[in-house]
């Protein structure tokens, strides 16, 4: 045997066991897209973190079923930590199940367990940060609808205020999503599916600044550590990834300019009463890893959109928009601060982990 192939058999050898779980939602869909002439199958409710560890670990995947038969769940080799990537409560409540059980069994670290993430439901998240310093979280309920006029009566019932965002659950991305402005704009309701599927209702708080742009960061917090993912403005209110960077296209450099100055300020510190936000939230959510979507107000408060673990926020790079240095530079911090999670977990162990 060679020396190089010396190096590296101690290179894999030295590498920790790490089981990732990914799950189907619990109608078992699926897509399946093309991509460099290569069939794949892309399956949502994940925090889609493998790709980018897997090179630090010995690491394999498990898919979890989401129907309600019985499957026999092979796991391989025994795991020394397993990362649970099922992510979305709405969606996923078998899967979540499921990666319980073989939590519970397999007796070793759990990063994310499926037990705390089914706990992340927006209504769930909205009870526990009420009151919490530092953090501005509008009420959400949740309730099944049938007929537009029956959103009224919902907020009549629970003391909701107008405008109101009302949203199936399940849904991202700005879908299935409508705000109705008064008890007499119901009209938006119309193009949503009211099939008594259940719906969040939160009120909606306007964020729109003197210039009369809408901003949105997304916040991830790794074991407590809060990382800028992004800083998106747009003219319209239901501000997403996408649209945002086709805005700043459209616009010239000065909206790229605000998020690499955002970047540049909160890149290792923040106002000291967003600190406090972040302890809080991490400590009600009780999750190793998830996402904050959130306005930041002068006052260093941040006005909550969305707090859970299914955010994709090591997405890949989209060739169609300019390659920024200071993204580029947080996802790899990212990525090496989840290494550093992991590593952490391994409780007592001590391994050298470079890809």
């Given at each position: 045997m060679s020396s190089g192939q010396d190096l590296q058999l101690a290179s894999s050898l030295s590498k920790?066991?790490?089981?990732?779980?990914?799950?189907?939602p619990d109608d078992n869909d699926a897509k399946i897209v093309i991509r460099n002439g290569r069939r794949e199958m892309v399956v949502m409710g994940s925090s889609n973190v493998?790709?980018?560890?897997?090179?630090?670990?010995?690491?394999?995947?498990?898919?979890?079923?989401?129907?309600?038969?019985?499957?026999e769940i092979r796991l391989g080799p025994r795991p020394q930590l397993v990362f649970n990537q099922i992510s979305d409560p709405d969606t996923h409540t078998i899967s979540l199940q499921r990666a319980d059980m073989i939590c519970q069994q397999a007796g070793v670290p759990i990063i994310n367990p499926p037990r705390l993430v089914?706990?992340?439901?927006?209504?769930?998240?909205?009870?526990?940060?009420?009151?919490?310093?530092?953090?501005?979280?509008?009420?959400?309920?949740?309730r099944p609808l049938s007929y537009p006029r029956q959103a009224v009566e919902y907020a009549e019932q629970?003391?909701?205020?107008?405008?109101?965002?009302?949203?199936?659950?399940?849904?991202?991305?700005?879908?299935?999503?409508?705000?109705?402005?008064?008890?007499?704009?119901?009209?938006?309701?119309h193009a949503l599916a009211l099939d008594g599927s259940d719906f969040y209702f939160t009120e909606y708080v306007d964020c729109r600044g003197e210039d009369g742009m809408y901003r949105k960061c997304r916040i991830a917090l790794v074991d407590g550590r809060p990382l800028l993912i992004h800083w998106l403005l747009h003219e319209e209110w239901n501000v997403h990834t996408v649209m945002a960077r086709e805005y700043a296209l459209a616009k010239g450099g000065s909206l790229a300019e605000e998020e690499a100055q955002a970047f540049e300020r909160y890149g290792s510190d923040w106002p000291e009463r967003t600190k406090i936000a972040f302890h809080h939230?991490?400590?009600?959510?009780?999750?190793?890893?998830?996402?904050?979507?959130?306005?930041?107000?002068?006052?260093?408060?941040?006005?909550?959109?969305?707090?859970?673990?299914?955010?994709?926020?090591?997405?890949?790079?989209?060739?169609?928009?300019?390659?920024?240095?200071?993204?580029?530079?947080?996802?790899?911090?990212?990525?090496?601060?989840?290494?550093?999670?992991?590593?952490?977990?391994?409780a007592g162990s001590s391994f050298s982990l470079t890809p």
């Open positions: 920790p066991q790490v089981l990732f779980l990914y799950g189907l493998y790709p980018s560890l897997s090179p630090y670990f010995k690491a394999h995947e498990v898919l979890l079923m989401g129907d309600a038969e019985e499957h089914a706990g992340t439901r927006r209504e769930v998240i909205a009870a526990k940060l009420q009151g919490k310093p530092g953090l501005i979280v509008p009420q959400t309920i949740r629970s003391g909701l205020r107008f405008p109101l965002l009302v949203r199936r659950c399940g849904a991202h991305g700005g879908k299935q999503l409508a705000k109705l402005d008064s008890a007499d704009d119901l009209d938006g309701l939230a991490w400590q009600a959510v009780g999750l190793d890893y998830f996402g904050m979507d959130c306005f930041l107000n002068q006052a260093g408060d941040l006005l909550i959109f969305e707090i859970n673990a299914n955010m994709n926020m090591l997405p890949p790079q989209r060739n169609r928009f300019p390659r920024q240095e200071f993204r580029v530079r947080r996802r790899e911090e990212l990525t090496q601060a989840l290494v550093a999670l992991v590593q952490s977990r391994l």
